[in-house]
């Protein structure tokens, strides 16, 4: 495993976002660590995967039409993550009802070019001292 297991309520980041966001992993999968334990399929806009504020990037629709309307000035406007795909790499080492683990190293593509990042993945690992 790369790092910790990402878990229910880990903060993730846009690199196009201006705000974190947490994840929502749904008690489905009867897998627990500290919290429900995320796999790679854990990436639902909106359901798992909320907004993260106002989005900045001009391959989004709404952005590129709220620059366009204010002369070329950018114009951040809500987010709406699109996910493109699977968080990546996943942990071939855990499976979790089927697919993968999310590790704190995992990154997920969005469709307007952002890079979603885990920053907190919402426990760690504890070692004896």
């Known amino acids: 495993m790369s790092g910790p297991q990402v878990v229910a309520g880990a903060t993730m980041m846009c690199s196009f976002g201006l705000a974190p966001s947490t994840l929502a992993v749904l008690p489905v999968k009867g897998v627990l660590a500290s919290a429900p334990s995320a796999n790679i399929a854990d990436m639902a806009a909106i359901a798992t995967i909320p907004p993260f504020g106002a989005c900045t990037s001009l391959a989004n629709p709404t952005v590129a039409s709220a620059t366009s309307a204010a002369l070329g000035v950018l114009t951040p406007m809500p987010c709406v993550p699109v996910p493109a795909g699977t968080w990546l790499p996943g942990n071939t080492k855990v499976m979790i009802k089927g697919p993968p683990a999310t590790d704190v190293s995992c990154k997920l593509?969005?469709?307007?070019?952002g890079v979603i990042q885990v920053l907190n993945p919402g426990q760690f690992k504890v070692?004896?001292?």
């Open 127 to 129: 070692m004896d001292v």
């Open 109 to 113: 593509m969005c469709s307007w070019g």
